[in-house]
């Protein structure tokens, strides 16, 4: 298995439970931002994503909150099953180019 | 419809050893990027393609070398390997430079 992220933060969540992952970013410029998810040993996957221009967008299960005041992102996803369970990271787009936070471990108990 | 491959999946070389990672992609996307991504790190820009015929450096480009030899194939060199270079490598690709990208599943590369 994937050996990155041993010492990612790690938010511990109950089956059926609403889960909150938080991202702090850099860059006040940056005016698009994406979640990804990445499973143990796969590539990270497109989530969602956000232009600056917008507060919030929802998707299935999934919402982003976006904070320029603070220059804070939240990723929101309801009802978390097993499947979820995954590094998060969050990216943002100063001069057009992608840059990733460190990501954030999400598991998921029965 | 593969999306975005790359090969090999894991390679394991001495110091001083050269290696080619080989990426391509189906979608007819214009840009086209290489990452490392390193345990607590997250994943870090090595070089990038906004479109076929032109490359640009990213955050972490020394010790590499890359070719976009078309629009659907980018290549990424370690000329000499270090045990530094000890990492995952993704290939990604967008539309364009400010859109989505869409990873391939990564190349373990281990030098010793």
């Known amino acids: 298995g994937e050996s990155v992220g041993l010492h990612l933060p790690t938010l511990s969540v109950q089956e059926g439970d609403n889960s909150i992952i938080n991202c702090a970013y850099s860059?006040?410029?940056?005016?698009?931002f994406i979640w990804y998810k990445q499973e143990s040993g796969k590539g990270p996957q497109f989530i969602i994503d956000?232009?600056?221009?917008?507060d919030k967008r929802q998707g299935q299960r999934v919402t982003v909150l976006l904070n320029k005041t603070v220059k804070h992102l939240s990723l929101q996803i309801a009802a978390t099953q097993p499947g979820d369970s995954a590094v998060y990271f969050c990216?943002?787009?100063?001069?057009?180019?992608?840059?990733f936070g460190t990501g954030t471990r999400l598991q998921v108990f029965p | 419809n593969a999306g975005v491959t790359q090969t090999p999946k894991f390679q394991v070389l001495k110091t001083g050893q050269s290696m080619t990672l080989q990426c391509a992609q189906d979608?007819?996307?214009?840009?086209m990027y290489w990452y490392r991504q390193d345990p607590g790190m997250g994943l870090r820009l090595i070089y990038y393609?906004?479109?076929?015929?032109?490359?640009d450096k990213g955050e972490v480009p020394n010790g590499y070398n890359v070719s976009r030899l078309n629009k659907r194939e980018f290549s990424l060199r370690l000329e000499s390997a270090a045990p530094s270079q000890t990492s995952v490598y993704f290939c990604?690709?967008?539309?364009?430079?400010?859109?989505?990208?869409?990873f391939g599943p990564g190349t373990r590369l281990t030098v010793t």
């Open positions: 393609s906004a479109s076929e015929g032109t490359t």
């Open positions: 979608m007819n996307h214009n840009s």
């Open positions: 956000i232009r600056s221009n917008m």
């Open positions: 860059n006040s410029a940056s005016d698009y």
């Open positions: 990216a943002e787009t100063p001069l057009s180019k992608l840059i």
């Open positions: 990604a690709s967008s539309e364009g430079t400010s859109g989505s990208e869409y």
